[in-house]
């Protein structure tokens, strides 16, 4: 199974980026699956989840109100949207596969590949 992340692009303060996470195969069950960044220097940290089973999701802080993550069921694939975007959402983003919500990257043994977004102010 293989995570397929995409969607990333370069936008301006303000703007909105939907990405997308998709399984090779049928990946996910009763898995959490969750959104990462990193950004330049900075260790990765957990930017929004989403439990397959019951769509029941979580946000940090920083990107609550403004982000929205959801999954199709039919397409085995995850999305993040983001609006209202900042400079300090610049980063490469991730999509994991995880047993149970957990806000450690450690915690997360399936990952896509990365797409990178940027915002300009």
């Known amino acids: 199974v293989q995570l397929q992340a995409s969607g990333g692009g370069s936008v301006q303060a303000g703007g909105s980026l939907r990405l997308s996470c998709a399984a090779s195969?049928?990946?996910?069950?009763?898995?959490?699956m969750a959104w990462f960044r990193q950004a330049p220097g900075k260790e990765r940290e957990f930017v929004a989840a989403?439990?397959?089973?019951?769509?029941?999701?979580y946000y940090a802080e920083s990107v609550k109100g403004r982000f929205t993550t959801s999954r199709d069921r039919a397409e085995n694939t995850v999305y993040l949207q983001m609006n209202s975007l900042k400079p300090e959402d610049t980063a490469v983003y991730y999509c994991?596969?995880?047993?149970?919500?957990?806000?450690?990257?450690?915690?997360?043994?399936?990952w896509g590949q990365g797409t990178l977004v940027t915002v300009s102010s």
């Open positions: 989403i439990r397959w089973g019951s769509g029941r999701t």
């Open positions: 994991a596969r995880g047993n149970g919500l957990a806000y450690a990257p450690a915690e997360y043994k399936l």
């Open positions: 195969a049928r990946a996910f069950s009763s898995h959490v």
